[in-house]
Structure formats: C-alpha cells, structure tokens
C-alpha cells in the first residue's frame, strides 16, 4: 500500500479527506458500496443529468441528447422520471407502482413548501435545516397520511435489490431526486460542454491529479465547473471557498478550454450555489494530496463520524464503518487493528 501523491485521483484525495474510513472501504478494501435508498437519488440525478446533456461534451453525444429531449419533453425533472421508469422496470415493477410513487412524491412536496417558502419556522424565528428531521415535518407528514402511502409502497417494493432504512426508502428517494431536479436552475443545454468532464489539477512540476467536473458549461473558450454536493446542508460560502473539489475545479485544465472562468459550487437538495471565481494557488491542494498519501501509507484510518455524525448517517459505507458498534469503540487501537480482517470478510 505503498501510496505516493503521483498514484492518485482527485476523488482519492477528496475520499480520504473526507473521512478516512470512507476511503478505506472504496479504495484499500476495494469494496463496492452496497445499494441503498439515499444512493439511488444521486445515481438516478446523475443519470437524468447525463441523459439531459449529453454525457461527455462530443457534437455527436449533445446531438443525440437535442434529439432525445424532444422525445422526453426536454427538462431534467422529466429526465428523472424516465430514468426512474427504466429502474422500475428492470426491478419488474409496472405503471401501477409509478402512479403510487408520484402520488407520495406530490404529497410529500405539499407537505416540504411552507419549509421551503419560509412559512413553517422554528420557534425563534430561524428556518429548518434538515426539515425532515424535525417534530414539526413529522406532524405535517402524518397529517398528509405520508406514513400510510409510504408503507404501502415499500411493502409492494419489499423485492427491489435496495438496502432501505427503516425512516428513508424507495418512496422517499423517488420523492427527493423529482424535488432535486425540480428546485435547481439549471444552465441551458446548449451552453453546456458535458457532464463528468475529465480534467487535470497541476500541482508542481511534473505531478498531476486527475479529477472529473460534474458539468462543465463553455463560454469560448472560458469554462464553468460545477461541483455537485449531496450533503444534507449547504456549508458556508467561506467554507465552499476552502473545499479541495472547488480548489481543483478552478485550476482545472483539459483540451476543451484555456482556463476556469469560475466555478459553482451547486448543492443539489436545496438548489442553492456559490460561484467562486478567483482563489490562491493549488498550494491547499497540494498539501491535502500529500498529507492523504501519507496517511494511506502509514494505514491511518480513523473514522469522521467521530466528528460529523449527520454527513455519516447518510453514507453508503455506515454500516460496515459501525458494524454494530458505538462509534468511539473504533477508535480503540485493537479494534482498529482488526479493520483488515473485517475487509477481507465482506
């Protein structure tokens, strides 16, 4: 596991600086993460986004998304239901399951617009982060006879190969990736060069990280990147300032442009963005991608759910981080020991 900074990608270093621990089951474990319900609203998003724009950026790919969005009626929330569609299908499910679906997804948005507007508010006048997770949204939801829709729906979806939780499911996914694409401005296809666009971040002589820019739009030869994030809360603008993927997307070079005019920092279930259009030097990153090689080396791992609970509950790799444990038993160095053996068992 000798790891050396020119061995690896932008999404290494930004795993690894994540949470630790993530890295180590995607990379040096080399586990794939098991298919959950929260991970189907970024799969199904991505792949609305691919299908609206085209993929990659070629004339021929965006012609053939100009073609299929006249097919489909030519917005992302559209997208999103097809590609739902093409998932119901293969898991055996007909129209009947749809109809069930989007009947919850338009309660549940009922219930979400006065979070959403502003109208539903804490007591001190301040708005809900997370509405969800509130007593307040709860009594809304159960008003709406959420509940009930939602148990019928997952015991119709009990076959579907998705891991679920017992408070978020399919319906809940389905409701969160239609809501997704709906709440998000989204730049027109023709200003858009593609999705999942290879780049590389010069660091210093010689030594290049790879990355991909989740959409890339073109002004001549001037080019925007977005960088997607699925957290749960949109962070400050100083902190978006700071993060490594916004550090890599400004210096970003690739043969479709001369330089990064700005990059927007998109986060997806809210629709909020921060454009960021001038930053130091790739002295920050630099930094990171050394520090992470270091600990990949040396085999340090510790897990950021010590720190972040919230961002860890929504991740694919939870369960197998926990393993029905409380989270500081991890950190015991015995226990730590052991995180090989746990791998090889998965």
């Known amino acids: 596991m000798g790891k050396d900074v020119a061995d690896l990608s932008m999404a290494e270093v930004w795993a690894y600086a994540r949470c630790p621990y993530e890295h180590f089951w995607r990379y040096a474990a080399g586990i794939a993460p098991p298919p959950t319900a929260r991970g189907l609203v970024e799969q199904v998003v991505c792949q609305a986004l691919r299908s609206y724009y085209g993929g990659g950026g070629s004339t021929e790919r965006l012609d053939r998304a100009r073609r299929g969005l006249a097919e489909v009626g030519g917005n992302v929330v559209q997208c999103v239901g097809q590609a739902w569609r093409e998932t119901l299908g293969r898991w055996g499910y007909t129209n009947d399951t749809w109809d069930v679906l989007v009947k919850f997804a338009a309660a549940r948005a009922r219930v979400m617009e006065p979070f959403l507007s502003g109208r539903a508010v804490k007591r001190d006048g301040s708005r809900y982060k997370v509405p969800e997770m509130s007593n307040e949204y709860k009594r809304r939801a159960m008003d709406a006879g959420l509940p009930h829709l939602a148990a019928r729906l997952n015991e119709r979806l009990a076959g579907a190969p998705v891991s679920v939780a017992e408070e978020y499911g399919i319906p809940e996914a389905f409701s969160d990736s239609v809501e997704i694409a709906g709440r ?156 090989g053996g746990r791998a090889e068992k998965e």
Do not use: K
């Not at 820019?213 to 700071?242: F, K, M, N, Y």
């Not at 490594?244 to 629709?271: Q, S």
């Not at 454009?275 to 510790?302: E, F, H, K, N």
């Open 184 to 339: 998000n401005t989204w730049p027109g296809v023709d200003a858009v060069a593609g999705v999942g666009v290879p780049f590389a971040v010069h660091l210093t002589d010689g030594l290049t990280l790879g990355g991909a820019a989740d959409l890339v739009t073109l002004s001549g030869r001037q080019a925007g990147v977005e960088v997607h994030d699925w957290g749960a809360v949109c962070p400050p603008t100083a902190i978006v300032r700071r993060d490594l993927r916004v550090v890599a997307a400004l210096h970003a070079a690739a043969e479709g442009w001369d330089e990064v005019e700005r990059v927007v920092f998109r986060h997806m279930r809210t629709g909020a963005t921060v454009s960021v259009q001038r930053l130091p030097g790739t002295g920050r990153l630099l930094a990171a991608a050394v520090a992470a090689a270091a600990g990949i080396r040396c085999r340090v791992y510790v897990p950021r759910l010590a720190a972040q609970s919230r961002d860890c509950l929504v991740c694919e790799f939870y369960g197998l981080c926990t393993d029905g444990q409380d989270v500081l038993d991890t950190l015991d160095p015995t226990l730590l020991a052991e995180i």
